[in-house]
T-cell receptor, first 111, second 110 residues
Framework: NAGVTQTPKFQVLKTGQSMTLQCAQDMNHEYMSWYRQDPGMGLRLIHYSVGAGITDQGEVPNGYNVSRSTTEDFPLRLLSAAPSQTSVYFC??????????FGPGTRLTVT | GNSVTQMEGPVTLSEEAFLTINCTYT??????LFWYVQYPGEGLQLLLKATKADDKGSNKGFEATYRKETTSFHLEKGSVQVSDSAVYFCALRGYNKLIFGAGTRLAVHP
């Protein structure tokens, strides 16, 4: 039981490049989400999904795309990277109890 | 809207000292409240929770009481250890999301 896994752990992009951050969970959770963590701002919700085929925007969705074709996977796509997207990205999933389980994070730098 | 305010850090303590990290919230109704902990280089882990007013959450020697009169959920520990050094986040449960405070970094020295 791996929980929530994220790849890559680190990534450096140039402005304008695109990439996909991968997230997978093996707990059969319906709810999955993406947060970004910036100094002094806590975690802010980017997008979330309440089940396969259903996604919705969070607080800071601009510049990001998501899709949910399976229960297990919830990739986050950066369409055209900007320096303002330099951050640490966390994926999380939640079952029927209150606890959200977080992945180890992806540290992204955009130059 | 709903929001969470935490005391600014860093908080620096000696081992075995008493810890308090303040957290207050603004919310409609009485949402569930949480403390998460983030150890260096890791993701967040749930430390404790309280789902209704006057509930006390506890785990690993940490405690927090849901106080609706003061809209607070302060984190306390009677005797901290070096291994408690981490960033602590207070959060409340919003609609389909968690709303986090900015986080408080705790450094415990031997």
């Amino acid at each position: 039981n791996a929980g929530v896994t994220q790849t890559p752990k680190f990534q450096v992009l140039k402005t304008g490049q695109s990439m996909t951050l991968q997230c997978a969970q093996d707990m059969n959770h319906e709810y999955m989400s993406w947060y970004r963590q910036d100094p002094g701002m806590g975690l802010r919700l980017i997008h979330y999904s309440v089940g396969a085929g259903i996604t919705d925007q969070g607080e800071v969705p601009n510049g990001y795309n998501v899709s949910r074709s399976t229960t297990e996977d919830f990739p986050l796509r950066l369409l055209s990277a900007a320096p303002s997207q330099t951050s640490v990205y966390f994926c999380a999933s939640k079952g029927t109890d209150y606890e959200q389980y977080f992945g180890p994070g992806t540290r992204l730098t955009v130059t | 809207g709903n929001s969470v305010t935490q005391m600014e850090g860093p908080v620096t303590l000696s081992e075995e000292a008493f810890l308090t990290i303040n957290c207050t919230y603004t919310a409609t109704g009485y949402p569930s409240l949480f403390w998460y902990v983030q150890y260096p280089g890791e993701g967040l882990q749930l430390l404790l929770k309280a789902t209704k007013a006057d509930d006390k959450g506890s785990n690993k020697g940490f405690e927090a009481t849901y106080r609706k009169e003061t809209t607070s959920f302060h984190l306390e520990k009677g005797s901290v250890q070096v291994s408690d050094s981490a960033v602590y986040f207070c959060a409340l449960r919003g609609y389909n999301k968690l709303i986090f405070g900015a986080g408080t970094r705790l450094a415990v020295h031997p």
